[in-house]
């Protein structure tokens, strides 16, 4: 069974900073593109940011330019979201995501392009 799972979701107070994983396992996605959505209640899931194969090529939306930063460990089947200068409206549940039916030379920023989901991890930021 292919599983993406997220952690390191949590409260955090404006101005602070958290760290998402997203391990996989049951196979391996060290040749595909991964990315990192959010979504919040009745809002549409959106692009935060996007990881080629190899780690050379990242997307960000421009909302998160400059504070957060995607990295990936292909050893450990594992890609990261560095948040940094976090604001309230960073608050929402992140999804980690995987495009396994391409080669991963670039990367992805729709939801459609993406076959396998994490189950969410929430972000919290109190002003």
């Known amino acids: 069974q292919v599983q993406l799972v997220e952690s390191g979701g949590g409260l955090v107070q404006d101005g602070g900073s958290l760290r998402l994983s997203c391990a996989a396992s049951?196979?391996?996605?060290?040749?595909?593109?991964m990315g990192w959505f959010r979504q919040t209640p009745g809002k549409e899931r959106d692009i935060v940011a996007g990881i080629n194969w190899s780690g050379g090529i990242t997307y960000y939306a421009d909302s998160v330019k400059g504070r957060f930063t995607i990295s990936r460990d292909n050893a450990k089947n594992t890609v990261y979201l560095q948040m940094n200068s976090l604001k309230p409206e960073d608050t929402a549940v992140y999804y980690c995501a995987a495009d396994s039916r391409r080669m991963g030379w670039g990367t992805p920023r729709t939801m459609d392009e993406y076959d396998y989901w994490g189950q969410g991890t929430q972000v919290t930021v109190s002003s």
């Open positions: 049951g196979r391996t996605f060290s040749r595909n593109a």
